[in-house]
């Protein structure tokens, strides 16, 4: 079920406290970012994610295939993610 509508999903902060990428953590043996994208899109909801570069691969490989969007100056923080994705 695809109702059209999309959705944003922000992936491009550093971790710095956490210390890796919070969307990769795994819960139960599935990342927390393979969790999200499979609630959203059971509700009709089409996903994209932004990411920073360093991750689009890791990401790829956690999720398959979904739109990813890369921002390139993830320091403008959440503001410049929410900006790039819609």
């Keep these: 079920m695809d109702n059209g509508i999309g ?6 902060g550093r971790s710095s406290r956490l ?3 919070k969307a990769l953590i795994e819960i139960e043996g599935v990342s927390l ?5 499979s609630r959203l899109t059971k509700v009709g909801l089409r996903p994209i994610v932004v990411t920073r570069e360093g ?6 490989d956690s999720v398959g295939d ?6 390139d100056e993830p320091e403008l ?7 790039i994705g819609l």
């Excluded at 991750?55 to 790829?60: A, G, T």
């Excluded at 923080?77 to 900006?83: D, L, P, Q, Y």
């Design 7 to 12: 959705c944003v999903i922000l992936a491009a």
């Design 33 to 37: 970012i393979s969790w999200i994208l």
């Design 19 to 21: 210390g890796k990428p």
């Design 66 to 71: 979904i739109e990813i969007i890369v921002n």
């Design 77 to 83: 923080g959440r503001t410049g993610s929410v900006k």
């Design 55 to 60: 991750l689009v691969e890791k990401i790829r």
